[in-house]
Structure formats: structure tokens, C-alpha cells
């Protein structure tokens, strides 16, 4: 019987994470991961001659999340090309204008709210889970220039329906440490190395430490006996039909870490061996019209299409079609690499509301919708000579963040009643953005594990 210190169930940017920093601490882990692929949802497909991802796009990591991690486990994550622009759609005018436009008037109003901010500690911004992002803001201003570059910076960042509708302290934790770490008001970089590099790098720097990483491999079930793991089960065998049970390899291990979401986390874990108050949290969370869903759509064009830069990241509140938010850029000019040569790739999606994407009529016609309204805003997608669709649902991007949903108002990333049992999920207790929420959710639950923090960490917020 195989036995490990701990057991990582996925390998994305938590499971991996954690994997690696476990390795690197001496822990024997093991990292199991269904798919034949690296990264979760945000994993990186070939498909004739480009490359698409399904979840991750970029990484808005100032230096001190997954780039920290990658360090400490001795890799680097290369920071590729950052975004020069930010153009924003007018819907009423139907005409693109540059967020710096919003606030150029007048500066000053924007610098006060910088300095609050900056001069705001974390723990008071845990204080706002129950209010939106506006309500913070005028506290400092009534300026709508500074309420528009906050507002249409979390469109791109949390995709939520409605741009006044963010939570406060989701979305100032990440204006904060971006003014604090890079200056700026908001920064994403195409990793250096590529996405397959990225999650390649980290699966390297848990092997190379005596981790093991099984591909293609579910856990059905952690086992659980008197409030204490024991291990979990993996099938051995496929069920060949309904009345056949299948054989289960039994690895022993007194911690798992779990990555999975809110919406898939109790098909594992026993739901009997969790506090009511606590599963009930998990299922409030797990409902589809609280899953940020987005229509994605990959077109590629021969000659280039940009507003103002090539290295633009575009954004809007209704796009003029399907009235849906959303955001743009072209890939291919930040990795060549990803689109053949002398051909553009472009990436773009517009948020539905969760509770509609299993409406299979209303995905199409909205993706029509969709399609043709990028279209009157970028005119040279009209004619692309490759096109692909995806809708990002399941696996979705996250649990939206809206007041009363984020921060204390999730379920906590350590199992109140199990030792040992942790969740590094981004829907869970968590905060930042995509990969690097969900390794900076790694962290701190390997840090709860070892009992201590990790050199090199101290100044590195988490939650």
C-alpha cells in the first residue's frame, strides 16, 4: 500500500503549487490529476497550428504570489509582454476612447484615492465583503473618471455582470498590491515561457524534489474515519455499467489538499463528514448563477486588428450586440509562438450570467449576438480565416464576486472539524485573480500544514 505525507487532488495552479513547495519542504506528496493535461482550466491546447486556452489568458502577479513560488522552488516565471493600452467601448457613443481619457482631466482626484489606498491595511479591506467597489471609492472621490478606471480595470479582472456591482475587497486587495508592487493601477503579463512552460516548469520542480504527479488519474473519495483522513481511493478499472462497482486503489495519507471547486468538491469529499453549516456554505456558492460563465471566442485574422496598440487589452460594459461585458486582445502579439506565421489570433469573451449556460439555444444565439457585435467594434475580425468557440462554464472561472459572496462569506480553506483536510480553491476563502489567487491559495494552506511560514514570504500577503 503506497503512502504519502500528503495528497494534492488536481494539478493546476494550486495543486501544482502546493506540490512543488511540499517537495521542496522534504514532504512526500503526491499530485493526482484526471485530465491528460498540466493546468487545470488553465491549460493550453494545439489545434491547427494555434494555441487556445480554455481558462487562463494572463497573469496579474505583481512579483509577490506565483512569481514568489516559482522561486522558492527554484524555477522563474518569466514575465512576457505587458499590455500598453486600454481602450474602453463607449456603448451610447458606439466609439472606442483610451481609459486614460476617463481621469486626464483631472489627476488629483485619482491620486487621493491611491493614497487611501495604499494607506489602507488589509485587514480593513477584509471589512468590506459586504459592500461593492464604488461605495468604497466615494468615500475619497465623486470623480466619475476614477470610479470608471476602477469599474471597467475589475470588468477585465473578476467578470462580473454588472461593473458597479464588484465587490470592494476582491478587487482593492489587487489594486493594492499592483500601486504597492508595480505601480500601476493594474498590470498582466503573458507568461514568458508559454502556459504549457509555466505548468511544465512547476510539474519539474516537484518531481526533481521527490514529488510524484499522476496523470490521468481521479480520486473518487477521500476517506475519512472518526473525524481523521486516512487516504483517499482511486479506480482501477473503468465501470463497464451501472451495476458494476469498480475496483479502487487505497493510497494511505493522513492530509489531502483538494483544488477542486464549490461545485465539484462534494462529489469527494463525504459531505456526512462536514458540518451542515459548512456544506450548506459549499452548496450556496456551487449554484450556476453564482459560476462566472463567458462565451470565449478565438478568431484569427491575416492582417492585424488593435485600437491604438498591438499590445492592447481592451474593454467594455455592454458590447453592442448581445449587450454583454467583456474584454479583447491579441495573443499572437504577445507570443508569436501561438499562431503560425504572418497570421493574428485574437481572444475575446463576454460574460453570460451562469444560471443561462446550460441553455444550449440561448449559448448559440447569443454567441451569434456576440460575434457580430465584436465585429462593429473591431471591424477586421468580420472576415476570419479560423474561428474557434468555447464556452468557459465547466470547468468554470470562479465563483463571481459580488458583495456577500467573497472573502469571510466563503467556505473557510481549512475543514472545521477534520485535521488535515484543506481546500486551495479559488472559490473557497481566497483572494487575487486566476492562477495566481488560486496558488496564493496554495500557500497558505501548505503554511498551515508545515506550521509555520516560509522563508522569503514574510511580507507576502494571503489568505
Not at 352 to 380: H, Q, W
Request: negative net charge; aromatic residues 10%; charged residues 25%.
Amino acid at each position: 500500500m503506497a503512502r504519502y505525507d500528503v495528497v494534492v487532488i488536481g494539478a493546476g495552479a494550486a495543486g501544482l503549487s502546493a506540490g512543488a513547495l511540499l517537495a521542496k519542504e522534504g514532504k512526500s506528496v503526491l499530485v493526482c490529476e484526471k485530465s491528460p493535461y498540466l493546468g487545470g482550466r488553465a491549460l493550453a491546447v494545439k489545434d491547427q497550428g494555434f494555441t487556445v486556452n480554455i481558462g487562463g489568458h494572463l497573469i496579474e502577479d505583481g512579483g509577490s504570489g506565483i512569481t514568489k513560488i516559482f522561486e522558492n522552488v527554484g524555477k522563474e516565471l518569466i514575465h512576457g509582454k505587458v499590455n500598453a493600452e486600454m481602450p474602453v467601448w463607449d456603448h451610447e457613443k458606439l466609439e472606442w476612447g483610451s481609459i486614460r481619457d476617463r481621469y486626464a482631466a483631472d489627476k488629483t482626484e485619482l491620486k487621493k484615492v491611491i493614497k487611501a489606498l495604499v494607506n489602507t491595511s488589509w485587514e480593513e479591506l477584509d471589512r468590506w465583503d459586504d459592500r461593492n467597489l464604488r461605495d468604497w471609492i466615494h468615500q475619497y472621490t465623486d470623480d466619475q473618471g476614477v470610479v470608471d478606471l476602477f469599474e471597467y480595470i475589475s470588468v477585465l479582472e473578476c467578470l462580473t455582470d454588472e461593473p458597479w456591482d464588484h465587490s470592494a475587497s476582491d478587487n482593492l486587495f489587487v489594486r493594492k498590491m499592483h500601486y504597492e508592487e508595480k505601480h500601476m493601477a493594474a498590470y498582466s503579463c503573458w507568461p514568458g515561457q508559454g502556459w504549457d512552460g509555466l505548468w511544465q516548469d512547476l510539474a519539474d520542480a516537484c518531481r526533481e524534489k521527490g514529488g510524484e504527479i499522476r496523470m490521468n488519474t481521479s480520486v473518487s473519495r477521500v476517506v475519512i474515519e472518526n473525524r481523521q483522513i486516512k487516504g483517499i481511493e482511486i479506480p482501477r478499472d473503468p465501470i463497464i455499467n451501472s451495476k458494476e462497482t469498480a475496483e479502487v486503489e487505497f493510497v494511505e495519507t493522513g492530509c489531502v489538499i483538494s483544488t477542486l471547486p464549490v461545485w465539484n468538491v462534494l462529489n469527494v469529499i463525504p459531505e456526512n463528514d462536514l458540518p451542515n453549516w459548512y456544506t450548506g456554505q459549499i452548496k450556496h456558492l456551487a449554484q450556476d448563477k453564482y459560476r462566472v460563465s463567458w462565451l470565449g471566442l478565438y478568431i484569427a485574422t491575416e492582417e492585424p486588428v488593435y485600437q491604438y496598440a498591438p499590445q492592447e487589452l481592451s474593454t467594455w460594459v455592454h458590447d453592442p450586440v448581445a449587450g454583454l461585458p467583456g474584454f479583447f486582445f491579441t495573443q499572437s502579439n504577445m507570443d508569436p509562438s501561438t499562431a503560425p506565421e504572418g497570421q493574428h489570433l485574437h481572444v475575446m469573451g463576454g460574460v453570460i450570467p451562469g444560471s443561462k449556460a446550460s441553455d444550449k439555444e440561448y449559448v448559440r444565439e447569443t454567441f451569434d449576438k456576440f460575434e457580430e457585435g465584436m465585429g462593429i467594434m473591431y471591424p477586421g475580425l468580420k472576415n476570419p480565416i479560423w474561428r474557434r468557440r468555447t464556452l468557459v462554464f465547466d470547468p468554470g472561472f470562479g465563483v463571481i464576486q459580488k458583495p456577500c459572496l467573497v472573502g469571510s462569506y466563503r467556505p473557510h480553506w481549512r475543514a472545521p472539524n477534520i485535521p488535515g483536510l484543506y481546500f486551495a480553491s479559488e472559490t473557497f476563502k481566497s483572494r487575487g485573480i486566476g492562477v495566481d489567487r488560486a496558488a496564493r491559495a496554495a500557500l497558505t494552506c501548505v503554511e498551515d500544514y508545515l506550521g509555520r511560514r516560509l522563508d522569503g514570504y514574510e511580507e507576502t500577503w494571503r489568505y
